[in-house]
Structures are given as structure tokens and as C-alpha cells.
């Protein structure tokens, strides 16, 4: 503890991304350091599990001591480690997990394993400090899109989530076809303003009548058809159509299962989080229903939105105040339930 405050040193390594972050009070960024590898897997056009470990085990020590560095404070001060257990790439989960258990030893420091999505949501709670419970969050993320009721910060119910490819995945699908460098969200959302959203109808799966689930799988599927039927015909392929008719298929559906959980639940406060939440049309769409709607949104800057350290900070902080305390047995796990 430093000056009062309570310190959390946050570390995440679930993907591609070697992150620290310093938070005080569960809420107030010190620091938050991002060490990116997407210039190392672009070439592979996506990420390369045990590349992505690799460099974790590089760089970790480097972006803590930058983190620690940035927020001015020494591990004297810390009061608290949290770090992310999965879901992820195990591998590079492994590493941000053991460093954790090490510096937690070493320290004799309680430590805290995060859940990657439940950290996504608790970015929102860096973005608006007075942001408290219940409220309605949309994930989406290059390997999750899920919506979830915060009925309180411990009790997450899960109401929707991807059957097959993420919104993010299929997005970097796409680009890849189109030719478009890694990572593709970025890159179709930037392509897609210089063509029309209503060119190509691919279709919007809606699944079962009242599901809350996703599937992008077959959208992805029938730009792969669409592509492929107009080369053979011999035709000239607009891929600024394409993207923008693509990205409009997916944000239509993202934003309409948005509207159906706001109502099935009466929630009157909606949270973004996941890499995808940057993306422009979505964030436009998403404005108007809440506005139509009269809902409260809440958008966290880009930064956080990305996988970073201050979200996992912020939510190991939470289980901490009520209770939560991990053993230096925790493992790491690819794939974890709430």
C-alpha cells in the first residue's frame, strides 16, 4: 500500500498480448503496459500458439518492471497480484500464471486468477468509476462474443454466446480471403467505409427463435461462396463491398441479440468490452439502440478494450474484497466456465 491506496499489480498473457498494469482501489490506472506481438504473427496471418508463449517468457519481466516503473511504486507496495487463468491459449496462460505464483511467493503477496471475460467486463469499470451492478455487458473479442447479466460482482449469468467461430475470428477469416494483413478486425473496419453496407445481402443468423446464441460461421462461409462464385464467373470482385456488406451481417446481429437480452432482462445499463468493441459500426449501432431504448452505455477507450492488464487488475481486486484468495496450485485453463 502506497499513500493509502491499495495496489494491484495485473499481469495478462492469455493471447498474443504480454501485458502489466499497477491499479489503485480497484479503479485508478497507474499504469498499463501492452507489449504487442502482432507484428511477429502477421506474417503467419494469426496467432501461433507456442510462438505467442515464447515471447511471453521474453518479455514478462521487462513489462512489469516497466509497469511497476510507470506507476512509480515498488513491490513493497503492492498489496495484491492478479493474473489471468483462461480461458486462452494454455500456454501462454501458463506463463503470466506462473510468473504470478513466483512473485506471489517471493513476496508473500495474495494473488488472485482472473477470468479473461469476466476481466473484459471489468474494463468498463475503469472507463466509468460509478459503474456498480446490475447491468448487461456484450464481450466480443477475436475468441469470445458473449452477452452477460452482471447481476452482481459475483454473480455472472451467462444468457448468450458464439456456437462456432467468435466474431472476431470470422472477421479475421475474411480479411485473410480479402488479402487483408492480420489483424483482420481493424483492417475490414477501415476497408468497409469506402463501400456499400447494402451491396451483397449475406445472411444474418438469428439461430432459434428467442436464442441469445451466436453462429458466424456460415456468414463467414457464404463470403467464401460469394468470392469464389464471382471469380469463376469471371467478374470484377469490389472487396470494399464485400467487407462493408460483411461487417454490417455481423454487427446486425450482434446489435439485434443486444436489444432482445435488454429486454429479456430490464436492464437499463449496457456495457462493451473485447477487441471488437472498437469497432466503429458497432459502436455507432450500439449507440442508437441504447439511445432508442433510453439505456445507459458504457464504451471503454480503445486501449481498453484490447487485452490489457488493467482490466485483469480491476477484477482480482473485486474477488478480493469479497473474499477470494487463490493457492499457488491454480492452474491454467484454455477453456473455463463463469
Known amino acids: 500500500m502506497k499513500n493509502g491506496r491499495f495496489l494491484t499489480l495485473g499481469i495478462e498473457t492469455s493471447c498474443d498480448e504480454t501485458a502489466a498494469a499497477v491499479v489503485a482501489d480497484g479503479r ?15 506474417v503467419f496471418g494469426g496467432v501461433v500458439p507456442e510462438i505467442a508463449s515464447r515471447h511471453h517468457l521474453t518479455n514478462i519481466n521487462t513489462v512489469i518492471e516497466t509497469a511497476m516503473k510507470e506507476a512509480s511504486v515498488s513491490f513493497d507496495d503492492i498489496d495484491l497480484i492478479g493474473v489471468t487463468k ?4 494454455v500456454g501462454a496462460v501458463l506463463i503470466g500464471l506462473s510468473t504470478a505464483k513466483a512473485l506471489s511467493y517471493a513476496m508473500k503477496k495474495p494473488f488472485v486468477g482472473v477470468h479473461h471475460i469476466k476481466a473484459h467486463v471489468c474494463s468498463s469499470l475503469i472507463q466509468d468509476t460509478e459503474l456498480k451492478p446490475p447491468f448487461l455487458s456484450l464481450i466480443v473479442s477475436g475468441g469470445h462474443t458473449d452477452i452477460i447479466d452482471i447481476v452482481s460482482l459475483r ?8 456456437r462456432d467461430d467468435a466474431a472476431g475470428e470470422a472477421f479475421d477469416k475474411v480479411a485473410r480471403v480479402l488479402g487483408l494483413s492480420y489483424p483482420g478486425g481493424p483492417e475490414i473496419d477501415r476497408l468497409a467505409t469506402k463501400g456499400n453496407p447494402k451491396s451483397i ?3 444474418r443468423v438469428m ?27 469471371g467478374r470484377d470482385i469490389n472487396t ?11 454487427v446486425d446481429v450482434l446489435v439485434e441479440k443486444t436489444r432482445m437480452a435488454l429486454k429479456k432482462t430490464g436492464r437499463k445499463t449496457l456495457v462493451l468490452g473485447g477487441g471488437v468493441a472498437a469497432n466503429s459500426s458497432l459502436r455507432t449501432r450500439i449507440k442508437e439502440v441504447c439511445s432508442e431504448e433510453d439505456i445507459s452505455l458504457i464504451l471503454p477507450s480503445p486501449e481498453l478494450c484490447t487485452d490489457n492488464a488493467a482490466m485483469v487488475a480491476c477484477a482480482a481486486t473485486m474477488d478480493y474484497k ?13 477453456t473455463i466456465a463463469f
Do not use: M, W
Open 201 to 203: 445481402n449475406f445472411k
Open 240 to 250: 470494399a463491398d464485400i467487407a462493408a456488406s460483411f461487417q454490417a451481417s455481423v
Open 322 to 334: 469479497t473474499g477470494i484468495e487463490d493457492s499457488l496450485d491454480l492452474d491454467a485453463y484454455s
Open 155 to 162: 454473480e455472472y449469468k451467462l444468457l448468450g454466446q458464439s
Open 86 to 89: 483462461g480461458p486462452g491459449l
Open 207 to 233: 439461430l432459434e427463435e428467442g436464442s441469445l446464441d451466436f453462429s458466424f460461421s456460415g456468414t463467414k462461409t457464404g463470403v467464401l461462396n460469394y468470392i469464389n462464385t464471382e471469380k469463376q464467373a
Open 28 to 42: 485508478a490506472v497507474c499504469s498499463n503496459i501492452i507489449s504487442s506481438q502482432i507484428d511477429i504473427h502477421r
